[in-house]
T-cell receptor, first 113, second 113 residues
Framework: DTAVSQTPKYLVTQMGNDKSIKCEQNLGHDTMYWYKQDSKKFLKIMFS???????INETVPNRFSPKSPDKAHLNLHINSLELGDSAVYFC????????????FGSGTRLTVV | QQQVKQSPQSLIVQKGGISIINCAYENTAFDYFPWYQQFPGKGPALLIA?????SEKKEGRFTISFNKSAKQFSLHIMDSQPGDSATYFCAASKETSGSRLTFGEGTQLTVNP
């Protein structure tokens, strides 16, 4: 029933590990996003895909690699995790433009120790 | 470069009072201005949005006031309730394919009973 679902909800891992976060939407939207929310709750876009095509790629370390197997899924893989990667990562989706409103997932809280 | 500035950072209001959160933007190409509400452990959810062709939009107890010449917009919550306690984000976007939302820094609202 959930519109935008992310897994896992919590992720605790050691520095240097590689981890993935998965996102799926059942709204029929064709654009999906990854946002990072830091400890001060600031939301910053990382990536955006439209119909499996990467359209926004902000200044993010190349240890972060998104992958969209189809327009309903957008995964985020992070290599060589660092302490500074600890944050809440939100997946969101929208119709072809953000002006139709985003639907966010519940977030994945990543803690790197 | 912070394109959308939000204030105050935190706000405490008594039940029944009016909560006012302000935002200012820099990019005159922005043409969509939403407000999002985020409860702890949840993703942001669209609350109300306005386009620059109108100066005010009201939905229930929530009103957006928009001043195009000053490049400012604000959220007013009338008759604030404890259940309104959340973090509020203003945002701005352009209505173009693949557009992204640029968020303000967020306001932590606490409504005391």
């Amino acid at each position: 029933d959930t519109a935008v679902s992310q897994t896992p909800k919590y992720l605790v891992t050691q520095m240097g590990n590689d981890k993935s976060i998965k996102c799926e939407q059942n709204l029929g939207h064709d654009t999906m996003y990854w946002y990072k929310q830091d400890s001060k709750k600031f939301l910053k876009i990382m990536f955006s895909y439209n119909n499996k095509e990467l359209i926004i790629n902000e200044t993010v370390p190349n240890r972060f690699s998104p992958k969209s197997p189809d327009k309903a899924h957008l995964n985020l893989h992070i290599n060589s995790l660092e302490l500074g990667d600890s944050a809440v990562y939100f997946c969101a989706s929208s119709l072809w433009t953000a002006t139709y409103g985003y639907t966010f997932g519940s977030g994945t809280r990543l803690t790197v120790v | 470069q912070q394109q959308v500035k939000q204030s105050p950072q935190s706000l405490i209001v008594q039940k029944g009072g009016i909560s006012i959160i302000n935002c200012a933007y820099e990019n005159t190409a922005f043409d969509y201005f939403p407000w999002y509400q985020q409860f702890p452990g949840k993703g942001p959810a669209l609350l109300i949005a306005i386009r620059p062709d109108v100066s005010e939009k009201k939905e229930g107890r929530f009103t957006i006031s928009f001043n195009k010449s000053a490049k400012q917009f604000s959220l007013h919550i009338m008759d604030s309730q404890p259940g309104d306690s959340a973090t509020y984000f203003c945002a701005a976007s352009k209505e173009t394919s693949g557009s992204r939302l640029t968020f303000g820094e967020g306001t932590q609202l606490t409504v005391n009973p």
